[in-house]
């Protein structure tokens, strides 16, 4: 059964700060690993996908990087703003599951301070 | 364009009543998720439409739960006989294919409060 895991569950940081949020899964046979954003009573928002493939994306100041064979994934957050602030939430779409769902992770939840 | 949209944005209920979700993805997409947010819980799938295929109900928690998909677009969540642990934030997604290739879209989420 695929099980993913973000750590840290929250997190505070200056504003400025470069950061790493951390997601591992415990099932190396995926076919992609996508990070969201979700603002308090909001929905998600898609930040990156990574095919099982490739090794990272980046958009803006937003880099992820992919590493199946350890099951990990990193979401790299450079110069952060309090803009930043929100839950961060990792997922897979695993080859040992039905080809139309998600497996998410609990999310790590961001504050970045002015 | 248009994102996805579902409605109502809240929903309160008393336990036993049946209460009806909707979510209308972005056109022209062809899967539709749906999926739940419990306090303190990851997101949980429910239940998965791609195309005319049949759907993927392996997520849904108990046949109380049931869901359908109209002319490929629009698609009801209905959930019968509510419980108070039915009360989640439940979310809608939709994709230009399988999520095994495609990003998925979220919708806002309606939050259900069972009384």
């Known amino acids: 059964k695929q099980e993913v895991t973000q750590i840290p569950a929250a997190l505070s940081v200056p504003e400025g700060e470069n950061l790493v949020l951390n997601c591992s899964f415990t099932?190396?046979?995926?076919?992609?690993l996508q990070w969201f954003r979700q603002d308090p009573g909001k929905g998600l928002t898609s930040l990156l996908l990574?095919?099982?493939?490739?090794r990272e994306q980046t958009s803006g100041r937003l880099n992820a990087s992919l590493d199946k064979s350890s099951g990990r994934s990193t979401l790299y957050i450079a110069a952060s703003q309090p803009g930043d602030s929100a839950t961060y939430l990792c997922?897979?779409?695993?080859?040992?599951?039905?080809?139309?769902?998600?497996?998410f992770g609990k999310g790590t939840k961001l504050s970045v301070k002015p | 364009g248009a994102g996805v949209s579902q409605s109502p944005s809240n929903k309160v209920t008393e336990k036993g009543k049946d209460v009806e979700l909707r979510c209308d993805p972005i056109?022209?997409?062809?899967?539709l998720y749906w999926y739940r947010q419990s306090l303190g819980q990851g997101l949980e799938f429910l239940i998965y439409?791609?195309?005319?295929?049949?759907?993927?109900k392996s997520g849904l928690p108990s046949d109380r739960f049931s869901a359908e998909r109209t002319g490929g677009s629009v698609s009801t969540l209905t959930i019968q006989r509510t419980q108070q642990e039915d009360s989640a934030v439940y979310l809608c997604?939709?994709?230009?294919?399988?999520?095994?290739?495609?990003?998925?879209?979220f919708g806002p989420g309606t939050r259900l409060t069972v009384l």
């Open positions: 997604a939709s994709s230009s294919g399988p999520v095994a290739y495609n990003e998925q879209f």
């Open positions: 099932d190396s046979a995926i076919y992609n």
């Open positions: 990574i095919q099982s493939s490739q």
């Open positions: 997922a897979v779409s695993y080859r040992g599951g039905s080809q139309g769902n998600l497996i």
């Open positions: 056109s022209g997409h062809t899967a």
């Open positions: 439409f791609q195309g005319n295929s049949a759907p993927d």
